[in-house]
Nanobody, 122 residues
Framework: VQLVESGGGSVQAGRSLTLSCAVS????????MGWYRQAPGSQRGLVAG??????NYEDSVKGRFTISRDHAKNLLWLHMSRLKPEDTAVYYC??????????????????WGQGTLVTVTS
């Protein structure tokens, strides 16, 4: 599974931006996807996740960010509105991919994109 993000850039506070993640490879084992972000000097943390039609969000982005997925087009999006300077970070696309075997039925790996920088100016 390969993930390629796009859509990052510099935007003024209060504006919107949509990130895209193109998914390729063996996608049948993907059972969850999400967006993480990492600001300078901070750890990478979950922004939004989606699995089986259900989504969840980090508290600071609830009501402002929306995650969505198009299975047919193998795309994941993160629509970000009312952006704040504290949203500035590198945003990463993530996929949890199950690869069960007879010996290891719960086998999985985590796929990551290369990241896309979002800068929000005040």
């Amino acid at each position: 599974v390969q993930l390629v993000e796009s859509g990052g850039g510099s935007v003024q506070a209060g504006r919107s931006l949509t990130l895209s993640c193109a998914v390729s490879g063996s996608t049948s084992g993907i059972n969850a996807m999400g967006w993480y972000r990492q600001a300078p000097g901070s750890q990478r943390g979950l922004v939004a996740g989606i699995s089986g039609g259900a989504s969840n969000y980090e508290d600071s982005v609830k009501g402002r960010f929306t995650i969505s997925r198009d299975h047919a087009k193998n795309l994941l999006w993160l629509h970000m509105s009312r952006l704040k300077p504290e949203d500035t970070a590198v945003y990463y696309c993530y996929a949890h991919v199950t690869i069960p075997t007879a010996e290891h039925p719960n086998n999985f790996f985590e796929a990551w994109g290369q990241g896309t920088l979002v800068t929000v100016t005040s």
